[in-house]
Nanobody, 123 residues
């Protein structure tokens, strides 16, 4: 079973930036993604990326502010988050799908999950 470990979360002022990382315990050619879950809300899709990084999908709520990327040499994906807002406050999760080309946006399409990393943007 693959293990996913996120890092990079923290407390940042509105308008600031953070870069999240997620390292997989083994090399994989499957699609990987970021989701987030705020208190009392359902987990929501943030962004997904194919193995080669030639195709990505970003949620409308973060489009133009967040960017997903991938470094397969070190089995790691990233989420660069700029212009952060209080509504971005959530636990951010890394996920691994069982598909290579599709970019799923729903949680059930992903088989493995990290433990999450907290991002807090005070209002």
């Amino acid at each position: 079973q693959v293990r996913l470990v996120e890092s990079g979360g923290g407390l940042v002022d509105a308008g600031g930036s953070l870069r999240l990382s997620c390292r997989s315990s083994r090399h994989t050619r499957y699609v990987m993604a970021w989701f987030r879950q705020a208190p009392a809300r359902e987990r929501e899709f943030v962004a997904a990326i194919t193995y080669r990084g030639d195709r990505t999908d970003h949620a409308d709520s973060i489009k133009g502010r967040f960017t997903i990327s991938r470094n397969n040499d070190i089995n790691t994906i990233y989420l660069q988050m700029d212009s952060l807002r209080p509504e971005d406050t959530a636990v951010y999760y890394c996920a691994l799908a069982s598909t290579i080309e599709d970019l799923p946006t729903t949680s059930p399409s992903y088989d493995s999950w990290g433990q999450g990393t907290q991002v807090t943007v005070p209002s």
